[in-house]
C-alpha cells in the first residue's frame, strides 16, 4: 500500500548569469550538514549553505546565487567525486583521475598534500577519525590496477599505509569499518583488510545491472543483485532481511533508514528496509545521481538539484493508524528508533502501540488487542469508558478519541447485538484481571476493581467471590447497589468484609441461610459462616453469632472453636468454651474430644467429661432403644477406646454411673484399670456373653508384661470357663478348648493339667497337648544351644587369658606408668594385652583402647 514518505521539491536551479554562453553542468553532489557541494561537468565546484529544514517552511526554500562559493579546479575536465570530511573540514575532489583536498568552507586547495593520481574513485571510513591524532582512512581504487590503497589522512598530509590486492580491477566499493564490499567485473566479493580474509558473495550481469553498493548501516550492504533484486548481505556475508523487489534497470540508490530511494529512467521509487514494500512512486525523469543526508536526499540532474524531503515518521504513523495498518506502523516505530529522538521515542512507541490496540480490538482481535494493551501501558479507563454502563470514572479524566476510522459504539450493540456486546465484555474481564495486580493499574485500582465487580456480577462466576475475597479496591457506595441489583448476596457479604464491615457481611448471610435473601448458590451458607467465625479475632463477634450456627448444627457449629488456627487459640480458652457448650451435648462432647485427641490435654477434668458425654449419649441411646443405629456403635466404640487407652480419667465416677447399667464391657475395661482381672473377665463371660471379647481382654491387657503374669491372666478366664456352677456348660467348654488352642504358648501345661477336670477326653485336648510339647522341646533345645555358645565363649575368653598371661613381665625401675608417667611404688600393676602398662588406681580412672588389662605382680 502507498505511502507518502518524501515529498519532491526543486532545490536549486541552474541559471546562467550574464552573457554566459553555457549554463553549468552538474556531474556529481555531495552534502555534510547544511553544506552542499556540486562538481560541473567544467571542472567547477560549487559550495552552498541549505537552510535548516527544522525550521518550518525552509522545506521549500532555495538559496540565493549570492550564496554560492565556487572554486575552479584549474582543468576542463569533469568533476567525478566528492567527499567532505567534517572532522578533517576538508573536502576530497576527484576529477582528471586525480584526488585533490580543498578546505570545507573556502573551498582553497590544501598546498601541502600533493594530489592521489591515477584514481578511479574512492571511498572514506570516517570511523578511523576517533583517534590521537585524528585521521580517517582514505580507500582508493587505482586506475587499472588490481588493488585498492589505503591512505591515513589527516589535516594536513596523508599517507599510503597499505595496498589490497585483487584478482581484477574493482568497479564499485563500499566501506565498513574494516571490511570492504567490492564489485567484480561479475560479481561481489567481501574483504577484511585487517586480516586479509575474502568472501566471494553472488554474481550479477554487468550487461544489464549498474553495480550499486551502498552501506545500509553498521555491518550491513546493500547490493544489485541478480534477477532484480536488492539484496542485503552483512559484513559476514550472510542475509538477514528478504531482498528488496525493485526494477530491472535502476541507476542508482541511496540509503534513508528506514527506507531505500532508487533512481531510474521514469520514476523514484521508495521501499520500505522493515518489510521491503515498495512505498511510494514519484514519477521523475532526466534524473542522474542520488545522494543520502541526514536531513533528506538529494536528487542531481544535469541543471537542477531537487530534495526528497522526508515527511516526520510520527506523520507517517498517523497515516499508517488511519489505515489500520497496525503492523506495519508498529514496525515502522520499532525499525526507526535510530531516527526518532531519545526523549521522544518511549511516548511514541507506547502511542503506537495503544492505538495498533485499539485497531485490534475494534477487529475483534482481542488477543492481540489484550497484548498490544499491556505493553502499551494503555490507562485502563480508556477502555473501560468504552463500554456502556461503565462505573464512574474519575471527574479528571476526559476520554482520548482513538486514531482509528472503524469505531464501533458498544452502546448501539447492547440493544442491536448483544451476544457481540457479551465478546467484548469478556475481553474487557480478561485484561483488567492481566493488568488488575501490575503496576499499570496501580493509579486506577478503584475504578479497574469496580469495573472487574460488575462484570462477574453479571456473569456470576467463582471469579466475582475470589476478586472480593483478596485485597481489593471495590467502592463500596457503588458496588452495594450492583450487587444487590444482580442478587449477589453471597458475594455483599465478602464486600463488607473487605470493607471491615464483619457484622453486615455475617448478617447477609445469615438472612440467605434463614431465607430472608434469595440466591441461587451451591454453597453451604452455615459452613461458611462457621468457618468465617472460627476465623474472627472479635471475641463480641463470635459469642454473638455462636448461638445461631449451633442451634443449626452443633456438629458444624462447634468447628467454630475446633478449627481455629494455632495463632488465634487463646483467644478463647478451655474453660469458657466448655461453660458456654454445655448446653449443647454434641458439640460439648465433640469439643472434649478436640481437646483431648487434637490437643493432646492431660487434665483429669477433660478426659472425665469426655468420658461421661460418651456414656450419656450412649445411655440415651439405650433409653429410646436405638442400638442398631450407626450412632450408638460409633459413640460405644469411642467411649471403650477412651477408657483403654486413657489413664488421666476418674475410674471411680466412671464407675459409679456404669455399674447399673447394661454396659458390661466398659465395666471390665474399669476393673482392668483397678487391677481386677477375674471380675473384669467374669462380667465379659457370664453378663456380656462375648467369649472373643474376653480372649481379646487377656491379649490387650498382658502386652508388654512377663510371661507369668501373662499365664496367670489366662488362666483366670480358664479357670471362669470351667466353672462347674455355672450354666451353659458345652459353651463353655468349647470356649475353653478354642482359649487353649489359640494361646498354646502363653499356658504352662503342667498347671493347665491340674485345672482341667477329669472327665475331659485326651482326644478334645490332643491339639493343645501336641503343640505344647513342641514348644516344651523348642524351648529346650534353644536353651540347651544358648548353653553350649556361652560355653565356647567362656573357653574362648579362658584361651586368650592363659595366652596373655603365660609370659612374664619384668619392670625395672626406670618403667613409669603410660597413664600418669610417674614411678611404680607398689608391687601390683595392670598390663594390657596391648603391653600397656598402668597403676591400678590409673587404669581405673582411664579408659584405653584395649579395655582388658592384667593385674600382675
Known amino acids: 500500500m502507498s505511502l507518502d514518505v518524501f515529498s519532491l521539491t526543486l532545490t536549486i536551479e541552474n541559471q546562467p548569469a550574464g552573457n554566459e554562453k553555457d549554463d553549468l553542468n552538474f556531474c556529481c553532489l555531495e552534502s555534510c550538514g547544511k553544506n552542499l557541494y556540486v562538481g560541473t561537468k567544467d ?80 571511498e572514506v571510513n570516517e570511523m578511523a577519525a576517533f583517534t590521537d591524532p585524528v585521521f580517517i582512512e582514505l580507500f582508493v581504487v587505482a586506475s587499472k590496477k588490481k588493488a585498492i590503497y589505503i591512505y591515513a589522512v589527516s589535516t594536513d598530509k596523508w599517507e599510503c599505509v597499505k595496498e589490497v590486492p585483487f584478482p581484477e580491477e574493482p568497479l564499485a566499493l563500499a566501506v565498513d569499518r574494516s571490511c570492504l564490499c567490492v564489485a567484480m567485473s561479475e560479481r561481489y566479493i567481501l574483504h577484511k583488510h585487517t586480516n586479509g580474509t575474502t568472501q566471494e558473495l553472488f554474481p550479477y550481469d554487468k550487461v544489464k545491472q549498474n553495480p550499486i553498493i551502498k552501506v545500509v548501516g553498521r555491518g550491513e550492504f546493500l547490493l544489485n543483485g541478480p534477477g532484480s533484486l536488492g539484496m542485503f548481505v552483512t559484513n559476514c556475508g550472510i542475509s538477514q532481511r528478504p531482498p528488496l523487489q525493485w526494477p530491472e534497470q535502476i541507476y542508482m540508490a541511496a540509503v534513508y533508514f528506514p527506507y531505500v530511494v532508487t ?38 540532474t544535469s541543471r537542477e538539484i531537487y530534495s526528497l524531503i ?144 460488575k462484570l462477574y456480577a453479571e456473569s456470576g462466576g467463582e471469579e466475582l467471590i475470589h476478586l472480593l475475597s483478596t485485597n481489593n479496591a471495590c467502592q463500596l457506595n457503588e458496588c452495594v447497589h450492583c450487587l444487590e441489583k444482580h442478587k449477589r448476596y453471597f458475594a455483599l457479604g465478602f464486600l463488607y468484609h473487605s470493607q471491615d464491615q464483619d457484622y453486615n457481611a455475617i448478617q447477609t448471610w445469615i438472612q440467605i441461610a434463614d431465607g430472608y435473601l434469595h440466591e441461587s448458590t451451591e454453597k453451604d451458607i452455615h459452613r461458611h459462616i462457621v468457618e ?41 480458652s478451655y474453660e469458657e468454651v466448655i461453660g458456654f457448650l454445655k448446653q449443647y451435648q454434641l458439640a460439648l462432647m465433640l469439643y472434649l474430644e478436640y481437646l483431648v485427641t487434637a490437643r493432646n490435654s492431660k487434665e483429669e477434668r477433660y478426659h472425665t467429661l469426655l468420658a461421661m458425654s460418651y456414656l450419656e449419649h450412649v445411655l440415651k441411646l439405650l433409653e429410646k432403644n436405638d442400638r442398631d443405629k450407626i450412632t450408638f456403635f460409633g459413640t460405644r466404640t469411642k467411649l471403650q477406646d477412651l477408657l483403654h487407652e486413657s489413664s488421666f480419667y476418674n475410674v471411680s465416677v466412671i464407675q459409679d454411673k456404669v455399674l447399673d447399667t447394661e454396659l458390661h464391657t466398659e465395666k471390665a475395661i474399669l476393673y482392668s484399670k483397678q487391677g481386677k482381672h477375674d471380675k473384669a473377665l467374669w462380667n465379659l ?173
Not at 87 to 104: C, E, K
Not at 286 to 292: A, E, N
Not at 539 to 558: I, M, S, T
Open 263 to 300: 533512481l531510474d529512467s521514469e520514476a523514484l521509487r521508495v521501499y520500505s528496509i522493515l518489510d521491503q514494500q515498495q512505498k511510494q512512486l514519484i514519477p521523475f525523469q532526466k534524473g542522474c545521481i542520488l545522494v543520502s543526508s541526514q536531513e533528506r536526499v538529494f536528487v542531481l
Open 43 to 122: 571542472c567547477l565546484v560549487l559550495h552552498f549553505v541549505l537552510p535548516d529544514l527544522s525550521q518550518p517552511g525552509n522545506e521549500k526554500t532555495c538559496p540565493q546565487q549570492k550564496e554560492v562559493k565556487k572554486r575552479h579546479l584549474g582543468t576542463k575536465k569533469p568533476i567525478r567525486q566528492l567527499k567532505a570530511s567534517p572532522i578533517l573540514t576538508r573536502l576530497l575532489v576527484l576529477s582528471d583521475s586525480a584526488v585533490s583536498v580543498l578546505n570545507m568552507f573556502s573551498l582553497e586547495p590544501i598546498q601541502t598534500m600533493q594530489k592521489i593520481r591515477n584514481v578511479a574513485l574512492f
Open 685 to 857: 463371660v457370664h453378663k456380656e456373653q462375648d467369649f472373643q471379647a474376653a480372649e481379646r481382654y487377656c491379649q490387650r491387657n498382658s502386652q508388654g508384661k512377663d510371661k507369668a503374669f501373662r499365664s496367670m491372666l489366662f488362666c483366670t478366664l480358664l479357670k471362669i470357663y470351667l466353672d462347674s456352677t455355672t450354666c451353659n456348660t458345652n459353651e463353655l467348654v468349647t470356649a475353653a478348648v478354642d482359649l487353649l488352642n489359640n494361646n498354646v504358648a502363653v499356658f504352662d501345661i503342667v498347671s493347665v493339667l491340674q485345672i482341667l477336670p477329669d472327665s475331659w477326653s485326651l482326644q478334645l485336648l490332643s491339639r493343645f497337648l501336641v503343640e505344647s510339647m513342641r514348644i516344651s522341646i523348642h524351648y529346650r533345645r534353644m536353651e540347651s544351644m544358648e548353653k553350649s555358645l556361652a560355653q565356647a565363649e567362656h573357653l574362648r575368653y579362658r584361651y586368650s587369658r592363659a595366652k596373655a598371661t603365660e609370659g612374664i613381665v619384668k619392670v625395672a625401675k626406670e618403667r613409669t606408668c603410660q597413664v600418669c608417667h610417674k614411678s611404680f611404688t607398689e608391687p601390683t600393676f595392670l598390663w594390657s594385652l596391648s603391653g600397656i602398662l598402668t597403676h591400678t588406681h590409673c587404669a581405673r580412672r582411664e579408659t584405653h583402647s584395649d579395655p582388658k588389662f592384667n593385674s600382675g605382680t
Open 532 to 572: 468465617f467465625l472460627s476465623f474472627q479475632q472479635k471475641r463480641e463477634l463470635v459469642w454473638k453469632y455462636a448461638d445461631w450456627a449451633l442451634q443449626k448444627n452443633q456438629e458444624v457449629g462447634v468447628q467454630i472453636f475446633t478449627k481455629r488456627p494455632q495463632r488465634e487459640q487463646e483467644t478463647f
Open 310 to 453: 522526508p515527511v516526520q515518521i510520527e506523520e507517517q504513523i498517523e497515516t499508517l493508524l488511519s489505515r489500520e495498518q497496525a503492523s506495519e506502523a508498529l514496525d515502522l516505530v520499532k525499525g526507526a528508533r535510530a531516527v526518532i529522538p531519545k526523549n521522544k521515542y518511549k511516548a511514541v512507541y507506547q502511542y503506537v502501540l495503544q492505538q495498533a490496540g485499539f485497531i485490534k480490538f475494534f477487529q475483534e482481535c482481542f488477543s492481540e488487542a489484550k497484548e498490544l494493551f499491556i505493553k502499551g501501558h494503555l490507562d485502563p479507563r480508556e477502555v473501560i469508558a468504552l463500554y456502556p454502563d461503565s462505573p464512574p470514572l474519575s471527574t479528571t479524566f476526559k476520554q482520548p478519541r482513538p486514531s482509528v476510522c472503524n469505531i464501533k459504539d458498544l452502546n448501539q450493540m447492547k440493544k442491536g447485538d448483544p451476544e457481540r456486546l457479551q465478546r467484548y465484555k469478556q475481553f474487557l474481564v480478561d485484561f483488567l484481571s492481566a493488568i488488575r495486580l501490575t503496576e499499570q493499574a496501580q493509579l486506577y485500582k478503584e475504578q479497574v476493581d469496580n469495573a472487574l465487580l
